[in-house]
T-cell receptor, first 112, second 108 residues
């Protein structure tokens, strides 16, 4: 059972480039979320999804898009990368609300 | 809007000390509170608390919830250097609302 898989683990982008961070889970979880974590700060919610075809914004959605065409996948798109998006990104999933989430191993993104 | 506040933000202790980490929350439709430990990687799940006054325990770690006063504490006894990490408190619904975390450093 792979759990939550994030790719890539590391990425360097130039300002203005776009890219997609991949997140896949094989646990048939309905709830999936994207967080970013900056040094000295907690995790901040970017976008989340409560099921295929349903997404919503979190605390810091600007500059990011998501879609949820399948239960398994929840990709995060950076439209035009900016240095302020340098961060570690975590994807998490959960079958039921109010219970513990399973996190991916993270993607460390640097925008230069 | 749901809110989770942790204190202290940073704590430095010596091996063998006992520490208490605090988490207060303001959420609508509270159902549970989660504690995570994060080292230099993804957060790992520690405890889920749903009922007031019932202590959850795992080895040297324990946690309790007070639903009346809207807080939880995480205790670590006989700390070890391997306990050095960020401890995160979170309240789940369709998404997780995290506190800022407590950075615990245990020195030999």
């Amino acid at each position: 059972n792979a759990g939550v898989t994030q790719t890539p683990k590391f990425q360097v982008l130039k300002t203005g480039q776009s890219m997609t961070l991949q997140c896949a889970q094989d646990m048939n979880h309905e709830y999936m979320s994207w967080y970013r974590q900056d040094p000295g700060m907690g995790l901040r919610l970017i976008h989340y999804s409560v099921g295929a075809g349903i997404t919503d914004q979190g605390e810091v959605p600007n500059g990011y898009n998501v879609s949820r065409s399948t239960t398994e996948d929840f990709p995060l798109r950076l439209l035009s990368a900016a240095p302020s998006q340098t961060s570690v990104y975590f994807c998490a999933s959960n079958q039921r609300p109010y219970y513990g989430y399973t996190f991916g191993s993270g993607t460390r993104l640097t925008v230069v | 809007e749901d809110k989770v506040v942790q204190s202290p933000l940073s704590l430095v202790v010596h091996e063998g000390d006992t520490v208490t980490l605090n988490c207060s929350y303001e959420v609508t439709n509270f159902r549970s509170l989660l504690w995570y430990k994060q080292e230099k990687k993804a957060p790992t799940f520690l405890f889920m608390l749903t009922s007031s006054g019932i202590e959850k325990k795992s080895g040297r770690l324990s946690s309790i919830l007070d639903k009346k006063e809207l807080f939880s504490i995480l205790n670590i006894t006989a700390t070890q250097t391997g306990d050095s990490a960020v401890y995160l408190c979170a309240v789940p619904s369709s998404r997780l609302t995290f506190g800022e975390g407590t950075q615990l450093t245990v020195n030999p």
